[in-house]
């Protein structure tokens, strides 16, 4: 059996900053801290030197992305709107300690986050971080588009439901207590907002990614 590699986890923002050797002692920081901000490094020295910078340069950062879609296929999809915003969910596990947001596709602003939660999944974030993006459309009258790299979210709620097979428990309270009330609003309001695909192979992580991969 091979040796799962060692992980150094910075905190930015969190009831304590700095590194964490485990991923228990990271979680204890971010845990129920609203805005958390954190990542993992494959060493002591990257996590020291990133705990020094600004976290903006590393979290939602990706290094240049090279499609490996033919110039063909790139054609056909086109560029992305950047007339729109883009969603995302991130999980540490599945279930794990849970967070999502929404960004302006082109300038990577961030226009809304929540959580982290301590017990959600990736589908369950991404399904709010959808029904979030469109309530906070709708708000403010915006004719753009809205991105997700997720089929299910979408699936969720084109049908207005959340078919998550987590069980329901004190720990995921707060999530399925905005569950409910993401689908309420589905099933009370209509919305012009277009839903698009956004595509990965083509155009690299959606511009919400957390970056923590």
Not at 148 to 153: G, P, R
Not at 160 to 180: A, I, T
Request: glycine share 6%.
């Amino acid at each position: 059996m091979s040796k799962k590699k060692k992980k150094y986890y910075t905190v930015w923002k969190g009831h304590k900053t700095g590194i964490f050797e485990s991923w228990n002692d990271c979680k204890a920081q971010i845990k129920d801290y609203q805005g958390a901000v954190y990542k993992s490094f494959s060493t002591f020295d990257a996590a020291k030197k990133a705990l020094k910078s600004n976290y903006k340069d590393y979290i939602g950062k990706t290094s240049k992305f090279k499609s490996e879609l033919s110039e063909a296929q790139l054609k056909k999809i086109g560029q992305p709107n950047y007339n729109s915003i883009s969603v995302d969910a991130a999980s540490s596990g599945n279930p794990g300690i849970m967070e999502y947001r929404g960004v302006d596709t082109k300038t990577k602003k961030q226009l809304f986050i929540q959580g982290p939660f301590e017990e959600g999944t990736n589908n369950i974030g991404e399904f709010l971080a959808l029904v979030h993006g469109l309530s906070f459309l709708k708000k403010h009258n915006s004719n753009r588009i809205i991105y997700t790299d997720s089929k299910t979210a979408m699936s969720w709620v084109r049908k207005k439901m959340c078919n998550s097979k987590l069980e329901r428990n004190e720990k995921n309270k707060p999530v399925y207590d905005l569950v409910d009330r993401a689908i309420t609003w589905l099933k009370e309001n209509d919305y012009k907002t277009v839903i698009v695909k956004w595509e990965t192979k083509a155009w690299g992580e959606i511009p919400a990614d957390f970056g923590r991969k």
